[in-house]
């Protein structure tokens, strides 16, 4: 991944994943590009499409016209995991910032400009959407869901006192994860990077994860057994790095 920003460059990319979300992706894109004209953000939109056999990747392509030159569009052979797909996305941005965020409105498009903003106005490398400090939640979710969402976050405070280190929502400076290499697959690439990366600082800013009403989770058994992988790597890792890392947590917003 280069970290140069060519001419004319947006100041956002946000990556969305897909996978089966034809119900809801244009939508949700129309969404994120309001929300960003809103907050006068010049942004892009790159959706990562894992094959989806219900027709995802075509709806997007019919709207990449529409938003052009701010909506890309990146078709992989196969469901390969979504921390690649997160990955790839990255290499395809052009803005200096990158994001990522669900493609099922779990994270709400209209954080987005409060998030950029807490990056730029902290000076921070990262700022993660943390459902985990004051003025965050999770609504709709089955109480199971919950309790396993937040063991696995406190699993990973030995790593990282942020509070929702698997948190799915999250900006990160594209020059900061130049050259880095994951190796985990699946769903908490945030973790990953915030270990792999030459992270210096980092701000958590509330939201409300709303899980999602139409369609399914992508959340299964395997997922969650990878985690456990993934932080025994990750823990083997604690020596060579997180030392002068500086922490912020955002209030509620009023």
Same mark, same amino acid.
């Given at each position: 991944m280069s970290a140069s920003t060519p001419p004319g460059a947006p100041a956002l990319s946000i990556v969305i994943p897909t996978y089966n979300e034809r119900t809801r992706i244009a939508e949700l894109i129309g969404a994120v590009f309001a929300e960003m004209?809103?907050?006068?953000?010049?942004?892009?939109?790159?959706?990562?499409?894992d094959n989806s056999p219900d027709g995802t990747g075509a709806i997007v392509d019919s709207l990449v016209p529409v938003h052009a030159p701010r909506l890309r569009a990146v078709h992989r052979a196969g469901k390969l995991g979504l921390g690649t797909a +997160?990955? /790839? *996305?990255?290499?395809a941005a052009t803005a200096p910032v990158v994001g990522v965020m669900d493609a099922d409105f779990?994270?709400?498009?209209?954080a987005l400009p409060r998030l950029l903003h807490a990056l730029s106005s902290r000076g921070a490398d990262v700022v993660i959407g943390s459902r985990y400090i004051p003025g965050g939640d999770a609504a709709n979710w089955p109480r199971s869901r919950l309790l396993l969402s937040k063991l696995a976050c406190?699993?990973?405070r030995p790593l990282t006192p942020v509070r929702d280190a698997t948190s799915g929502?999250?900006?990160?400076?594209?020059? +900061?994860? /130049? *050259?880095?290499t994951i190796r985990a697959g699946g769903f908490k690439i945030c973790l990953e990077l915030l270990m792999r990366s030459p992270v210096t600082s980092v701000v958590e800013v509330p939201y409300v994860f709303v899980d999602r009403t139409i369609g399914k989770s992508k959340m299964t058994t395997r997922e969650?057994?990878?985690?456990?992988?993934?932080?025994?790597?990750?823990?083997?890792?604690?020596?060579?790095?997180?030392?002068g890392v500086r922490y912020h947590r955002e209030a509620p917003a009023d």
């Open positions: 004209q809103k907050a006068h953000v010049d942004g892009e939109v790159v959706v990562v499409d +997160v990955m /790839e *996305g990255f290499m779990s994270h709400p498009p209209a406190v699993l990973a929502f999250f900006l990160i400076k594209r020059s +900061v994860i /130049e *050259g880095v969650a057994l990878g985690y456990f992988s993934q932080l025994w790597t990750l823990f083997r890792l604690r020596g060579t790095s997180r030392r």
